[in-house]
């Protein structure tokens, strides 16, 4: 099972984190030790001191594909979940500076928390326009709407596809929207996909 992240995805945290808006997908990955096992805690991690939040739709991808033409990517999954991107700020800015991949920034052990449940697309009431949202300490910190992201999912799956065959269970975090930001030991963040909570992480 791969997780393949897509960054600058929306123009607005482009803009936030002064990067170029990009003219295809930013791709970068993970390994399945990025998720959190059922049950385990979210530790704030000991090698950084500044670690962000970045809230995203996740899809989950239900059949093997490669070189996935853009206008059947939409057989290729059929539910949303909501996962987190945590990023480990200093770190990312420090391998940057360097020209070093940043792996150790993204990619680190129980990096990207995920939903334990996905909702069938069928069931939204507009599979083209998803709401999400992600409050901290109960307060809204970042909101988002798939119909802002700049590749949309069946581009991004075109686009993927083309690199890596996309295997049932595959898993693509399609960016995050503005806001992100710190978060802190003690911290509780919230992801919700339209009204509905979906993932409730404690820092510790």
């Known amino acids: 099972m791969k997780i393949i992240c897509v960054g600058r995805n929306y123009a607005a945290h482009a803009a936030e984190l ?6 295809e997908p930013v791709l970068f990955m993970k390994p399945e030790t990025a ?7 979210f530790f704030y991690p000991e090698h950084t001191n500044d670690l962000h939040y970045e809230v995203e739709l996740v899809l989950r991808i239900s059949r093997l594909g490669k070189h996935i033409d853009r206008r059947f990517a939409h057989k290729y999954f059929t539910e949303v979940g909501i ?20 792996e150790k920034a993204k990619a680190f052990d129980h990096s990207a928390p995920l939903s334990q449940k996905f909702i069938p697309l069928k069931s939204l009431k507009d599979p083209k326009q998803i709401r ?13 709407n798939s119909a802002d992201m700049i590749f949309a999912f069946e581009a991004l799956i075109a686009h993927i596809s083309s690199y890596f065959t996309l295997k049932m269970g595959d898993l693509i975090y399609t960016g995050t929207p503005s806001g992100v930001g710190p978060a802190v030991k003690g911290d509780r963040l919230e992801a919700f996909i339209e009204d509905e909570k979906m993932l409730d992480l404690r820092i510790k």
Not at 35 to 41: N, S
Not at 132 to 144: A, D, Y
Request: glycine share 10%; aromatic share 6%; charged share 25%.
């Open 18 to 23: 002064k990067n170029e808006v990009p003219t």
């Open 35 to 41: 998720l959190i096992p059922k049950g385990h805690p």
């Open 83 to 102: 996962g987190i991107d945590f990023t480990a700020r200093d770190v990312q800015q420090k391998c940057k500076e360097k020209g070093l991949p940043w």
């Open 132 to 144: 999400f949202s992600l409050h901290k300490n109960g307060s809204e910190v970042q909101s988002g």
